[in-house]
């Protein structure tokens, strides 16, 4: 069945990057899925008065951030559709209109109708990576702010045996079937580990024809999320996939250890499912 990746286009205050676009476009082409680009154009409510307006022009300062949303939104859709048809990936496009404090939420709901959603790791996007990640109920791929090639023939899976590391594991199961190799990488000093069920994943891949192992790494007092991205790239991994960690308290989120670093930063593209 055909796979539908689902690219946010932010437009404010900052905006999505040409890398992500092209390497959006690089990644549906390598699944040889659809590719959805939606921009966010934003509209800013008025909270102007007049004591206000003596200082500072609030209403012109709101239309001129909706204008340069609507700018901002114009152009990287056609961007992304130029890329899109220069690569013969199916490129859809939609917009949404929203109030900027409920431009996460919106994004959230909107991620729903597709099997991948990916944004770029950047410090302005993280409100929209937790929601996406913790509200959309889909997988969400994290690309760090440099080129990739799109190909992920080795991919790392970051294993616990828990069900967050299962749950991801399933949902990157497009991946795996791609792969010319897999390895679960276990971090056997920060907590007890099942490896029986690891066993039994790894197990289930070689019948699959996929070429699969197990590596064991200890953290040795280092961020749990530090480890794992950086065994995933000493392998030599076009991708890590992990379960992410949370849970909302009062509207805020609070994160699991590995979870936290891996949102802080990145090296290598990465799938979290929640």
């Given at each position: ?12 205050p900052d ?5 992500m676009?092209?390497n ?9 899925a659809?590719l959805?680009?939606?921009?966010v154009a934003i ?7 007049a ?10 300062m709101?239309?001129?951030?909706e204008?340069l ?6 152009v ?8 899109a ?13 929203v ?5 996460v ?5 909107a991620?729903?109708?597709?099997d ?11 409100p ?6 913790f509200g959309?109920g889909?997988p969400?791929?994290l ?5 990739f ?7 790392a899976i970051?294993?616990?045996g ?10 990157a199961?497009?991946?795996l079937?791609r ?6 990488i276990?971090?056997?000093d920060?907590?007890?580990i099942?490896?029986?069920t690891?066993?039994?994943l790894i197990e ?5 024809g ?6 064991q790494v200890?953290?040795?007092g280092e961020?749990v999320?530090?480890v794992l ?5 000493e392998?030599?991994a076009?991708l890590l996939?992990?379960?992410?960690f ?6 805020e989120?609070v994160?699991g ?8 930063s ?8 929640h």
């Open positions: 069945m055909k796979r539908h990746i689902f690219l946010p286009l932010l437009t404010y905006a999505t990057s040409e890398t676009i092209a959006a476009v690089a990644l549906a082409h390598h699944m040889q659809t959805t680009v939606c921009a509209t800013v409510p008025d909270v102007s008065n004591l206000s307006s003596l200082i500072i022009d609030t209403g012109k709101a239309r001129d951030a204008a949303s609507r700018k901002r939104a114009s990287l859709t056609q961007r992304a559709v130029n890329q048809k220069g690569a013969l990936v199916d490129v859809r496009t939609r917009e949404i209109r109030e900027e404090p409920f431009v939420e919106a994004l959230a709901e991620s729903r109708a597709y991948l959603v990916v944004l770029e790791s950047a410090g302005l996007s993280r929209v990576v937790e929601a996406v990640l959309s889909r969400l791929m690309f760090p702010p440099a080129p090639g799109g190909r992920m023939d080795h991919v970051a294993w616990d828990s069900r967050a590391a299962a749950r991801a594991a399933h949902d199961a497009a991946f079937e792969a010319s190799r897999v390895c679960l276990s971090v056997i920060e907590k007890p099942k490896y029986e690891g066993e039994y289930n891949l070689m019948k699959s996929v070429m699969a192992e197990a590596v200890q953290a040795r961020l999320g530090e991205q950086s065994k995933a790239f392998a030599r076009d996939v992990m379960g992410g949370g849970h909302s308290r009062l509207r989120f994160l250890g590995a979870t936290q670093a891996v949102l802080t990145i090296t290598l593209p990465v799938l979290l499912s």
